[in-house]
């Protein structure tokens, strides 16, 4: 009976496959778990089939970590946190795993070097058995034999366009500047520094032949520029040249991966725009005894090498004319000339906004540069190069110099100490800052406040970009009015009373006394004209909590940026003040106190003469004031 109730429940001896697969009879090619009232098998939708943790990717493409780390770097697949992790994770607790996209590893797993990798893990089992066995021959052999990848077909998967190209192109050349300042050691080949170095070069030169550079600026960390090119404004550092050490917590290996992809896509890059210059690549000397020959790094880094140009470049080398055609603005009649004069009104502003950038790529142009050997030479002759100038050093300093110091047409002389011993009446001699502050200026600035041994003035970033209520220093908004850009109106300003010592505190805000004025009696307008009121917080006390929240967030930032920027009001008023003490009293920043004073005998105040008695009285009061300003500064901060 047994037998018979479980061949009759399973359809008369048909075998059970199963939900998974089986095709429902009432609409074939539907599986079961689509119908209504079977039951659905877990993760197999939403995050569970969209993510995949990082152990079951290296199970799936067979795989060490180092492998796959590498092979995601290049490829441009990086980590992706989902919206719920435990669901991702098929219901485990995450913790601390990694999840991709399933996709990504569906990528990878079509990836020619998947091959290379393998080739490269045979050639070092049969380097280290050779080794074993004191093969000298073999290995000299085996090493010939080592397997390449290149990764071109990176580049052209990861930016089908050379606009895509340069919109990536800061982190590269971050990381290309960054590399060739370090020094050749067994983590760093010098082979990886020779060549991010001629890449760096090379990038500079094009620059500079395009004359693309527009914003500069000198930081702790190095040298920040900005280029526009093809339209893209692309920005990058160029660190100190100094010896650069290196960290034991930095992870060389990965930041070599990504230099390995940095320096094909680089490559790439300064071909394309060596090409739309018409300049040969690699870059060769024009008109010498050594042209059709690549220049060395050391040479080229000068900037003052003519690079060869190609045989059609003296034709697409002209420049466009914007064609002007007089118009009759008067004859109203004639709409075709009142079209054509508001074309030409286009066109005019079009031409002096193309003159005025003109002119400024030109800034320099005309003018003879000499750097003094304290000066970094690599940094200003390349901005000065960039800007039209001329530009030289000493011979000592380096290759590429084109006249001496002792040239009567120098017009400028960069030193950066008090004084030089052999000054002449026919240049100017200034401080290396007056060349980054002219250019982020668009124009020459004067030249007195950056003579040899002043104080310089603030050197202000142009890369800043301010929202309205932020807090902008004067000397920002000079620069801005000089650069013809619109300048923030910023009329609020902060008292600061240095005499009173319990300031009261900076939000609360003094009443200002109504001005009553005289005048004539307005006539009385109806209820219904008049605007209607609306509470603003019985509104926002009817919106749902999450509502209430954000408004609540938003004003506490409203207020904390305010706070912020009336400190910083403060703390200028402070500075401004010690500076006017110092310049009233005669001290100078530079005195510092000696750290044994001697004991000045205290005479009284009758035997001292009345200039003496003068100056301690100064002194007296220079002390006060200093004290005063001191105490307005040790203020608690400003309450949010």
């Not at 990861?158 to 983590?187: Q, V």
């Not at 930081?219 to 050490?245: C, D, N, R």
């Not at 142009?462 to 850009?485: A, H, S, T, V």
């Amino acid at each position: 009976i047994l037998l018979l109730n479980r061949v009759v429940m399973r359809g008369h001896g048909k075998c059970d496959k199963g939900l998974k697969g089986r095709k429902n009879p009432k609409k074939p090619g539907v599986p079961d778990y689509m119908v209504k009232g079977i039951r659905k098998k877990k993760f197999q939708t939403g995050e569970a089939k969209k993510f995949i943790n990082r152990t079951r990717a290296l199970r799936k493409l067979n795989m060490n970590v180092h492998d796959f780390r590498k092979l995601a770097i290049l490829k441009g697949i990086y980590p992706i946190v989902p919206n719920n992790p435990t669901q991702a994770n098929h219901g485990k607790n995450p913790g601390t795993q990694v999840f991709y996209l399933a996709k990504d590893i569906n990528f990878i797993n079509q990836e020619p070097l998947l091959k290379k990798f393998e080739e490269q893990k045979k050639f070092v089992k049969k380097i280290k058995r050779l080794y074993g066995r004191r093969d000298q021959w073999g290995l000299k052999k085996a090493r010939m034999m080592k397997p390449k990848y290149t990764l071109d077909h990176l580049v052209y998967e990861r930016y089908p366009s050379f606009e895509a190209a340069l919109e990536d192109l800061d982190d590269a050349l971050c990381g290309i500047f960054l590399f060739a300042t370090f020094p050749a050691t067994a983590d760093v080949e010098h082979k990886i520094v020779h060549m991010c170095r001629r890449l760096a070069v090379e990038f500079l030169n094009y620059v500079i032949y395009s004359r693309s550079l527009t914003k500069v600026f000198i930081s702790i960390k190095g040298y920040y520029y900005e280029a526009e090119i093809m339209g893209k404004k692309i920005v990058w550092l160029q660190p100190h040249m100094f010896t650069q050490h290196i960290p034991d917590l930095v992870d060389l290996e990965t930041m070599r991966t990504f230099l390995e992809f940095y320096v094909t896509l680089c490559g790439f890059v300064n071909f394309r725009l060596f090409q739309s210059l018409n300049l040969v690549y690699p870059p060769q000397i024009m008109k010498t005894d050594s042209a059709g020959e690549p220049i060395d790094a050391d040479y080229l880094s000068a900037f003052n090498v003519d690079l060869a140009k190609k045989a059609d470049a003296a034709a697409s080398g002209e420049e466009v004319q914007i064609d002007e055609f007089p118009v009759d603005e008067n004859d109203e009649e004639n709409e075709l000339s009142a079209g054509n004069a508001a074309v030409q009104r286009a066109l005019r502003a079009n031409k002096e906004t193309q003159d005025k950038e003109e002119k400024f790529k030109n800034l320099f142009k005309g003018l003879k540069f000499f750097i003094s050997r304290e000066v970094p030479r690599e940094q200003f002759a390349f901005v000065i190069r960039a800007f039209g100038g001329e530009v030289s050093w000493t011979e000592f300093q380096g290759p590429g110099s084109t006249f001496k110091e002792d040239d009567e047409s120098i017009t400028h002389q960069i030193i950066d100490r008090d004084s030089h011993p052999n000054m002449k009446l026919s240049r100017y001699y200034i401080q290396p800052q007056w060349i980054f502050d002219s250019i982020n200026s668009h124009r020459l600035l004067p030249m007195e406040p950056y003579y040899p041994g002043k104080v310089l003035p603030p050197h202000v970033s142009p890369f800043q970009e301010e929202n309205p209520g932020d807090y902008i220093p004067k000397e920002k908004k000079e620069m801005m009015k000089l650069r013809g850009e619109e300048v923030p109106d910023d009329t609020e300003d902060v008292d600061v009373d240095f005499e009173d010592e319990t300031l009261a505190p900076l939000t609360e805000e003094t009443p200002k006394p109504k001005l009553v004025t005289p005048g004539s009696k307005k006539p009385v307008r109806d209820a219904a004209e008049f605007p209607r009121k609306v509470d603003k917080e019985m509104l926002v006390a009817q919106l749902p909590q999450s509502r209430r929240r954000l408004i609540q967030k938003n004003k506490e930032q409203i207020q904390s940026k305010q706070d912020a920027v009336k400190k910083l009001k403060v703390r200028r008023k402070i500075a401004e003040k010690e500076k006017e003490l110092d310049a009233k009293y005669g001290v100078r920043k530079s005195e510092k106190p000696s750290k044994n004073p001697k004991p000045t005998p205290q005479l009284p105040p009758e035997k001292l003469s009345n200039a003496a008695r003068m100056q301690a009285l100064m002194e007296e009061q220079y002390q006060k004031e200093k004290l005063a300003a001191r105490k307005t500064r040790s203020k608690k901060s400003v309450p949010s």
